[in-house]
């Protein structure tokens, strides 16, 4: 990906293989690969049927690390969807799920200090534009 299309996106983003769940449109799409994410948004592979671009929904991604079980959840819309794939943009996070997609994003990213920088000049999940 080239250096001008990851800055107009405005954060890092990072791929990574958990359970994560959307809820839109009365139905649940379940994906546990093929998740990129960022601070502002998730992408996810997944066999079922879309929501239509536009659509809210609600995002929970699920970590555990052995017995222990955090549950990140983001308010959000649908932003792009096609056959096997689905994007969604975040619109509101609570804070305890804000700080562990902020550490989740430190800790895998492959530039960390980047990733670090973006939390010091953005204040929460909006990009600059």
Wanted: proline letters at 5%.
């Amino acid at each position: 990906m080239s250096k001008q299309r990851e800055e107009k996106r405005g954060f890092i983003r990072i791929p990574f293989n958990t359970e994560v769940e959307v809820q839109s449109e009365g139905r649940s799409i379940r994906s546990r690969e093929g998740i990129n994410l960022s601070m502002s948004g998730i992408r996810l592979s997944t066999a079922d049927a879309t929501p239509a671009p536009g659509s809210p929904c609600q995002v929970l991604i699920t970590l555990r690390a052995s017995e222990q079980r955090v549950l990140i959840e983001a308010k959000g819309s649908v932003i792009r969807s096609a056959p096997g794939s689905l994007a969604a943009e975040f619109k509101e996070l609570d804070l305890d799920s804000y700080n562990h997609l902020r550490q989740l994003i430190l800790n895998n990213a492959d530039e960390p200090q980047r990733a670090e920088k973006e939390f010091t000049t953005h204040w929460g999940i909006r990009p600059l534009r």
